[in-house]
């Protein structure tokens, strides 16, 4: 994989400065977005002690740029930048400057950017085919809303590539950052990225202290849910790598229900190495795998899958998280009365935790039948109404629920009523460290412990299954805590 450093300083001087110093970090190629500087310098020949090829780029307004000058002096403008050595001038698609400059002395390259959408693979191709007949390197760039979008940018360059051209194809915004740390899968002759973050030139763009890294041979993974903005796994993770030496990196890969199927043919097309599961598809995931781990069996719900040679198999590291957690805290659940607060994915590894550990299971669920349904599945397990939590005497509580995590209603789970002093209360909550509940249980006597634990050692034996290493347990919780320090 090829890194172009963008750079967007206001300054000549700090460009010049600023592309010295992102060769020295790794970058292939530097592109100077004169569009960002102050005023146009006449006199380019400092920009020679940038020993890497330069792309000299004056993007207007419509595409995503500042200049809003005249063409004719945006023609003399690359005139100057190609004596200069600038060995790539990057025009719009459309511009009639295409057809006026020497294509001997600099290449040049024909832009698009959509900052809204993809379109299908099809349009796409045309788009390519007609920028590349007007220029030498046709570049296309694209929002990217959704799995299906990663696919269309695959499918688009799969067939360009027949041609034997180059081209550049790139995915913006979040959801596109994928298609910037696989950009050789895709078969971009190069993708950008910052000189360091802040100083971003298109939405999505990584650093190149980020990116260098993953210019050989990379892991990649990352963590699929409905809404990720509360997920601080990609700390941990990347830590993980940087601690080992390892190229990789973990993302986030927000996917809605119907693109789940997308978002395997996603992972083979760009060779992922797996990905976690986390609200609200464990159980969903189950139907697209080819296997199940005796984990995830055990369980009923997966949290992470791994991708090797074309076969997807889940796992289920929660229930580890939550035996860690019990043990951290020196809790034993044998023979004691357990509440299991909740329905879902993280609800199920709690109970096939407890319940192999010899605890006593009732679940309650706002949706009466949801509980119901759970429990008829756990030997010895019952449903109760939330009505009838606090009458019972439990000496174990765990919410299962996503209430009083960040990005979710901030609203209690269940009555605080049902706390008590000696009791041990366990939220797989982590962001925030402390939710209502939480401080509820607290006020009433209880011990206490979030989901920082049950997140770091399900994410310490995600990272096993992926790589076969084991990072160290203080890096990945530092780099956890780091990330939700105020």
């Not at 090829?53 to 004056?58: N, V």
């Not at 995915?171 to 000189?195: H, N, P």
């Not at 096939?352 to 009466?368: E, H, K």
């Not at 009083?404 to 706390?419: Q, S, T």
Request: glycine content about 10%; overall charge neutral.
């Amino acid at each position: 994989m090829r890194l172009c450093v963008s750079i967007t300083e206001s300054r000549a001087e700090a460009a010049v400065e600023a592309g010295v110093r992102a060769v020295e970090l790794g970058a292939d190629l530097v592109e100077i977005r004169f569009d960002q500087l102050d005023h146009l310098p006449q006199d380019l020949t400092a920009f020679s002690k940038i020993h890497a090829p330069k792309i000299a780029t004056l993007r207007t307004a419509p595409q995503g740029g500042k200049f809003a000058g005249k063409e004719a002096d945006r023609l003399t403008f690359f005139q100057r930048a190609s004596r200069a050595g600038f060995e790539y001038l990057d025009l719009e698609h459309d511009s009639v400057l295409l057809g006026k400059l020497d294509r001997e002395e600099a290449r040049r390259i024909a832009s698009y950017h959509d900052f809204e959408g993809t379109p299908p693979a099809a349009v796409i191709l045309d788009l390519l085919v007609k920028a590349g007949s007007r220029a030498d390197l046709p570049k296309a760039a694209f929002k990217i809303n959704g799995m299906g979008d990663i696919l269309n940018l695959v499918d688009a360059s799969r067939m360009y590539r027949s041609t034997g051209n180059d081209f550049i194809l790139v995915g913006m915004g979040e959801k596109g950052v994928l298609t910037r740390v696989c950009s050789d899968q895709i078969g971009s002759a190069f993708t950008y990225c910052s000189l360091e973050t802040g100083k971003e030139s298109a939405p999505g763009q990584l650093d190149i202290r980020s990116m260098a890294p993953l210019k050989q041979k990379r892991t990649v993974a990352g963590v699929v849910g409905a809404s990720l903005s509360h997920s601080l796994s990609s700390f941990m993770h990347n830590a993980a790598f940087a601690e080992l030496g390892m190229a990789g990196r973990y993302l986030k890969l927000e996917t809605k229900k119907e693109e789940l199927e997308d978002l395997l043919q996603v992972a083979i097309e760009l060779e992922l190495r797996g990905f976690n599961v986390t609200i609200p598809y464990k159980e969903d995931i189950i139907s697209f795998l080819d296997r199940l781990d005796d984990s995830a069996v055990r369980v009923g719900a997966v949290n992470t899958v791994l991708l090797d040679e074309g076969t997807f198999t889940g796992f289920n590291t929660d229930i580890y998280g939550v035996e860690m957690t019990f043990r951290s805290a020196d809790i034993s659940p044998k023979g004691k009365r357990c509440l299991i607060v909740g329905a879902g994915g993280a609800a199920k590894a709690v109970c096939a935790y407890l319940l192999s550990a010899g605890g006593r299971i009732a679940i309650t669920n706002r949706t009466p039948e949801k509980a119901r349904t759970l429990a008829s599945g756990i030997k010895g397990a019952r449903a109760i109404g939330t009505d009838m939590a606090a009458q019972e005497g439990f000496e174990i509580i765990v919410n299962c629920t996503p209430l009083g995590m960040k990005g979710y209603p901030d609203e209690l789970a269940i009555d605080p009523a049902v706390f008590r002093a000696g009791q041990f209360f366990m939220d797989t909550i982590y962001n925030p460290p402390k939710t209502r509940l939480q401080a509820e249980a607290e006020k009433r006597g209880a011990t206490v412990r979030n989901g920082e634990t049950m997140l770091l050692h399900q994410a310490i034996r995600a990272f096993e299954i992926w790589t076969g290493k084991r990072p160290l347990e203080s890096t990945m919780l530092s780099a956890l805590r780091g990330a939700m320090a105020p």
